[in-house]
């Protein structure tokens, strides 16, 4: 970044600190009450400019720049092949301007419309035109199955060239989690829905991601009747091979009861990847630990959470509490948990694993009426070595609920988790496609450099890159007000407005030569 434009950031905090300060003293030394309300008092009056010429999306230029500069258009291109002719627009035209609408907050492809009749976002992207939305939804139908799995090649292709420029540390250990989410519709003629377990009509894709970083590694469309893991072990190897691919030295997968495939296990476990699952508290299972030796069990500490401490305050009145007594309901609160251990062979394996087991014991009252304590069983099967305590094994299956938090952008944030398509693999392209703006986003983390004499401050906020909320990225990198300038042989952004990231923005600018 150039010095004059960090002097010039500086400056803009430094104003905007000292303006917060003085209306802070103000409020507190006048001592009186406000007679006028603070907000819009002022006079103001509206205009048209003629040569100014502005967005409010400043980071999307940055955002193309660098799905180039990662090799992901190049890479679509290469492996895509869906156009006998490319008049004008290519295959990575086609998916950049859908990634383009999701990040200009557009939640329909047919918001695409209102990009295409924006003369200056044109110029700020150099383009003439982009896909309207009829052609948008033709470009998503012309996929089948091969030509999605090339896609998500091309993507990790570029995902691979982003990992080569982390240091050393980095590659230390991959984190690769799985689940299946399900994906609701209303309507009633598209191909391949069928009704969910859960009795909503609609599809049921696979999400496989990588917890270091969280981006989405693969995702599979599939019927809204499949079972969680179907299909899931093939995405998985091929997750397995991306990460090897990329460098890193160890692999762990992990996944809910669902996913604990034992006609797997045996191959993950001789390419030596660990895997930590959960697994379905069957009969034969509960029997074996009720029989354990009451030696075998320890107490299962759980940390505290994040920002709690010990120290004891006076608690509100438990109104919840209050209204199940009265109403005669059922309640159950944990008292405390165990956890031991077992070896045991699955039917489809041929060798043992160790099998991990919380005992959880839970209090039970209807009204003031306590009744007699539950005890349930939660295990987990894992390939660790010994040196990894079983304690640690709970705690890494747990940790993985950390990919609801994920499903949840890709849900409501990027709204990749939606079928505005009319057939299952058309969807399924929509979902790939628009997910890449959210690799985008763990990808200008990743690429954002980090100043000498600087290192903690921003690694510090490379960590709040990552894993900032969908939304909060775009208001601080993306939705940036600034002024277009074209010239005959480029064209200028220039930022009106200033965030906590600006420094941030224009260091990963430089990386791009921007």
């Known amino acids: ?76 291109n290469h492996r895509v092949q869906l156009l006998k002719s490319h008049a004008p627009y290519h295959e990575s035209d086609h998916v950049l301007a859908m990634v383009m609408n999701v990040l ?32 948008a939804g033709d470009f998503c139908r012309r996929f089948h199955q091969s030509d999605i799995d090339s896609l998500m090649q091309a993507i990790n292709e570029a995902r691979i060239n982003v990992w080569r420029q982390q240091d050393d540390a980095f590659f230390d250990q991959a984190l ?52 969680s893991a179907h299909n899931a072990a093939a995405y998985l190897d091929k997750a397995i091979c991306t990460c090897i691919a990329g460098g890193f030295r160890r692999i762990r997968m992990r996944g809910d009861c669902k996913f604990s495939q034992t006609e797997y296990l045996d191959g993950w476990d001789a390419l030596g990847v660990r895997f930590q699952f959960g697994y379905e508290a069957r009969a034969n299972l509960k029997e074996i630990a009720d029989n354990l030796d009451a030696s075998a069990w320890k107490k299962l500490t759980r940390a505290l959470p994040k920002n709690k401490t010990n120290e004891t305050r006076t608690k509100p009145t438990n109104v919840k509490r209050q209204i199940i007594r009265e109403r005669n ?44 304590d539950e005890i349930r069983y939660f295990f987990y099967i894992s390939n660790d070595m010994p040196s990894v305590s079983s304690e640690d094994i709970v ?54 450099p980090v100043v000498t004499g600087q290192e903690q401050e921003h690694q510090a906020e490379k960590k709040r890159l990552l894993t900032m909320e969908f939304k909060t990225f775009l208001s601080v990198f993306i939705h940036v007000p600034c002024q277009i300038l074209r010239h005959a042989r480029k064209t200028i952004h220039r930022l009106l407005n200033w965030t906590d990231y600006t420094s941030a923005f224009f260091r990963l600018c430089a990386v791009l030569n921007l």
């Open 1 to 76: 970044m150039k010095s004059s434009f960090a002097k010039r950031i500086g400056a803009r905090k430094k104003q905007i600190l000292k303006r917060l300060a003085v209306a802070r003293e103000n409020r507190f030394s006048r001592g009186i009450s406000n007679p006028n309300p603070v907000l819009a008092t002022n006079s103001v009056k509206y205009e048209l400019a003629d040569r100014t010429h502005a967005i409010s999306y400043a980071g999307v230029s940055a955002m193309l720049k660098l799905a180039g500069h990662v090799g992901l258009t190049d890479a679509i």
């Open 104 to 135: 200009c907050n557009g939640t329909r492809l047919e918001h695409l419309e209102r990009l295409r009749n924006d003369s200056t976002f044109l110029d700020a992207i150099g383009a003439d035109s982009i896909p309207d939305p009829t052609t």
């Open 176 to 227: 690769i989690d799985v689940d299946g989410v399900i994906v609701a519709t209303t309507a009633e003629c598209k191909e391949g829905m069928d009704i969910s377990y859960k009795g909503s009509w609609g599809y049921h894709p696979l999400l496989v991601s990588l917890a270091n970083t969280k981006e989405v590694l693969a995702i599979v469309n599939r019927s809204g009747s499949v079972h």
């Open 329 to 372: 309901y059922v309640h159950l609160e944990l008292l405390h948990e165990e956890v031991a251990e077992f070896e045991y062979q699955p039917n489809a394996c041929e060798k043992t694993y160790r099998m991990v087991v919380v005992r959880k014991n839970v209090s039970k009252e209807q009204g003031d009426v306590r009744l007699i």
């Open 395 to 448: 705690f890494g299956c747990n940790d993985r609920c950390d990919q609801e938090n994920l499903i949840a952008q890709l849900s409501g944030g990027v709204r990749s988790l939606c079928a505005p398509v009319d057939n299952l693999e058309s969807n399924w392209a929509y979902m790939v496609i628009t997910s890449i703006a959210w690799n985008l986003k763990s990808w200008s983390a990743l690429l954002t």
